[in-house]
């Protein structure tokens, strides 16, 4: 390379020079590639750029055809350059053409070039387009030609994401617009529709001074914002306030681990020294470069950890640029996150929290169900969204359709107002339904029961109507304390909840930790490979004695001269049930001793969540007082799909003859035995799914408060018998047409509201 080390540097120096010229958008593209031919040496410079169509379009070249320019265009995946494009990945090859990838792009003349390396324009991990150069003579390029073309790429990625290159595309194409209105679609997690702004749950900080104009002073700056990072974390691990942040221990390690990597110091040392960059343009192109090795992997854990390393890496830029993450939240904050926990979520200020969008998220994740309790709409699984957003840029998440709408024209922004007014109509036709009761044409009364797991969802439990509380999910207030609860906390949350209550039932469920539901301050000894079926729920309960005695006391005592109803999560056998029945006998023998007053009833009963229950039900329905099915959790062990999955979890439909032929088990066998059966998975929670649940024989189901209004609506316009009459034969009939289908032709046709 001319001028060895300083190639870069004089490379980039020219570009700046480029930059700044008053010419055309087409000109200053055309200029970038000549000027890049030249001091790589290289007889061909080509520039592609994505458009929104997927099809990279050949934008800008020196030595191909320049004919083919806007004419010659690649898909993703095709070719070598749609190869780089798809994986994120640079290719160096000294004979592009013995490529399994190649492919000749008619019209460029590109068959005398045997040399070739290509390089992904990213930015934030995202491909906006591809740039090549390519010899005629077999030769593999430097190290210092690949960053020299990697960090010209940064450039370009600016120049793309600036619009300026918007109208350059083939007629009727345009360029993939960072900054144009986006509709993505994605997966409902909670009922809703709100409008807002974005705020990152991960702030991005945009680096717009690339060029270093000192390099040293750009290693000193880098060096003292590595010192401080480490400082920093140092002090978050060490100060205990880890659970404050709900930052799982784990994730800090990981940090840690980064921070103190010598590896990525060092190449971002060198990526200032060697290409000329400022501190924060290199310690982004070490994050692209990263980003896109680590992409590739499959391993989980690795991507998980891919996750850690752009927040850290996020830490550093605000180091470098003074940028503090604001930890007030704005009026009408719609969060944007990759994927998020229930107690990062609980973290927010809900007062101007208007919604939850993910890139990941599963309705049956624990995110999903807070956003939920908390009446907050949430959207899952679009892909890239992160990328795609800004912060403070105008969003409407639709909860109903599963939209999520980024810069909406006026029109779409328009018409959701008026969605919104109707919403509101709609919710003031529940809250006058509030006082009817949940009964079929035909006289059958369903009891409807909310889910909740916090003090605030008090008056949301109030305002629906609900016969009473049918899960309390105890977890949640261990999810958001710094600190296990202690005895006296817990007795107090569990006395207002009942006080709240007013005489309605209320069915607490002991502790459901494990799983997705960590709690920071509870280290673990390993990491769990499937902690969907590691140490969980009841299993942390016996072996733990004195957790699960501590909380089965603080219900006692809270419900002292008051009914009591406890139940135990993943239960397995039934042994463990009468387990966890004793331990509650003597807990009860031993308030009594101490004179304490004592619940003035006490019913304990069994989540049936694992499918091996379904083959000891005569056992265990002989020892409990009721039954409450977690349809979550059954279903993703009956089908073993990983509830939290966003891969699997859609995968199959619980509404399958083969799950409801199991709830139909359950619901006869409890009522053969005079046993209570009750529902609390969020299968109960649309009228769709409730009308399934109520024909196999389900007269009591536990749902979000915000689903009691629709439910209702649903089963005071139904006939129950008709809709035993339909499903009975479809349920014998695992080839015949989807049930869901049946429900919704069998609604419509008889005027069931289904929203
Ligand atoms: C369930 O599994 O259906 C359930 C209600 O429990 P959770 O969602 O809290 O696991
Ligand atoms: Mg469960």
Not at 81 to 98: H, K, P, R, S, T
Not at 177 to 192: E, F, T
Not at 357 to 385: C, F, K, W, Y
Not at 657 to 686: M, N, V, W
């Amino acid at each position: 390379m001319r001028g060895g080390l300083s190639g870069p540097r004089v490379l980039l120096r020219r570009l700046r020079e480029v930059m700044a010229e008053p010419i055309s958008a087409q000109e200053r593209l055309d200029k970038i590639v000549v000027t890049i031919a030249a001091n790589m040496v290289a007889e061909v410079c080509s520039l592609y750029v994505l458009r929104a169509d997927g099809v990279l379009e050949l934008f800008a070249t020196e030595g191909l055809n320049r004919e083919a320019v806007h004419k010659a265009s690649l898909r993703i995946g095709q070719g070598l350059v749609g190869l780089i494009a798809a994986e994120a990945a640079v290719l160096n090859l000294a004979d592009a053409q013995e490529h399994p990838a190649f492919s000749y792009i008619p019209g460029t003349d590109e068959e005398a070039y045997h040399s070739f390396l290509g390089v992904p324009i990213l930015r934030s991990g995202r491909t906006l387009g591809v740039l090549v150069v390519q010899n005629r003579v077999r030769k593999t390029y430097s190290e210092e030609e690949e960053e020299a073309l990697q960090t010209t790429g940064m450039i370009i990625a600016e120049i793309i994401a600036s619009g300026e290159v918007l109208g350059l595309a083939a007629a009727q194409q345009t360029v993939l617009d960072l900054n144009r209105p986006m509709h993505v679609p994605g997966v409902v997690l909670s009922d809703g529709v709100g409008l807002g702004h974005v705020v990152l749950h991960e702030p991005r900080v945009v680096v717009t001074n690339f060029i270093a104009e000192d390099p040293e002073q750009e290693v000193k700056r880098l060096t003292a914002a590595i010192a401080n990072l480490r400082l920093s974390i140092d002090d978050m691990i060490d100060s205990g306030e880890v659970a404050h942040h709900g930052e799982h221990r784990d994730v800090l390690e990981a940090y840690r681990m980064f921070a103190y990597d010598r590896g990525w110091t060092r190449r971002m040392e060198e990526a200032i020294v060697r290409s000329g960059l400022s501190a924060e343009a290199a310690v982004e192109r070490v994050q692209s470069d990263t980003r896109a090795r680590m992409q590739r992997q499959t391993d989980p854990y690795l991507l998980e950890r891919l996750h850690d390393f752009d927040d850290l890496t996020y830490r550093l830029l605000r180091e470098l640029m003074g940028k503090e993450k604001s930890s007030e939240l704005p009026d009408n904050a719609i969060v944007v996150a990759r994927s998020m926990g229930a107690a990062e979520l609980l973290d927010y200020d809900r007062s101007k929290l208007r919604g939850l969008v993910l890139e990941e998220g599963t309705t049956t994740s624990h995110v999903a169900i807070v956003a939920r309790a908390l009446s907050i709409p949430a959207v899952g699984q679009l892909a890239n969204v992160v990328s795609l957003a800004e912060n403070g840029d105008s969003i409407i998440i639709d909860g109903e359709s599963g939209y999520v709408h980024l810069r909406p024209p006026a029109d779409v922004e328009q018409a959701y107002v008026t969605k919104v007014r109707f919403r509101a109509r709609r919710q003031e036709r529940y809250r006058q339904l509030r006082f009817k009761a949940p009964v079929t044409l035909d006289g059958v009364r369903i009891a409807l029961n909310t889910n909740a797991g916090l003090l605030f969802d008090l008056p949301h439990f109030d305002e629906s109507g609900a016969d009473g509380i049918g899960l309390f999910r105890t977890e949640l207030q261990f999810m958001i304390a710094p600190t296990f609860p202690k005895l006296g906390q817990q007795a107090e949350l569990y006395s207002k909840i009942l006080d709240g209550a007013t005489g309605r039932p209320v069915t607490f469920r002991t502790l459901d930790i494990g799983g997705d539901k960590v709690l920071p301050y509870l280290t673990r000894s390993v990491q769990e490979e499937n902690p969907a079926m590691g140490w969980r729920a009841i299993r942390i309960g016996l072996d733990r004695t004195v957790i699960l005695r501590t909380q089965v006391r603080a219900l006692l005592k809270a419900a002292g001269g008051r009914e009591l109803r406890v139940m135990f999560p993943m239960i397995s056998t039934v042994d463990e049930f009468i387990k966890a029945k004793e331990l509650v006998k003597g807990e009860q023998r031993f308030l009594e001793k101490h004179g304490h007053a004592l619940p003035s009833s006490l019913k304990l009963g069994a989540m049936i969540e694992v499918p091996a229950l379904l083959f000891e039900l005569d056992e265990l329905l002989s020892v409990v007082d009721f039954v409450s099915v977690g349809t979550n959790d059954l279903f993703q062990f009956m089908l073993a799909v990983d509830r939290g999955n966003a891969k699997v979890a859609q995968r199959f439909d619980p509404l399958a003859p083969s799950f409801l032929r199991a709830l139909r088990t359950i619901a006869r066998k409890s009522a053969e035995y005079g046993k209570p059966a009750t529902l609390c998975g969020e299968l109960g929670g649309t009228p769709l799914t409730a009308m399934a649940l109520m024909a196999v024989g389900f007269r009591s189901m536990s749902m979000a408060a915000t689903s009691v209004g629709p439910v209702k609506d649903m089963i005071r316009s139904v006939n129950l018998g008709e809709l035993e009459a339909l499903l009975a034969p479809a349920l014998n009939r695992p080839d015949g047409p989807p049930i869901r289908k049946l429900l919704q032709d069998f609604a419509e046709s008889r005027d069931i509201p289904l929203n």
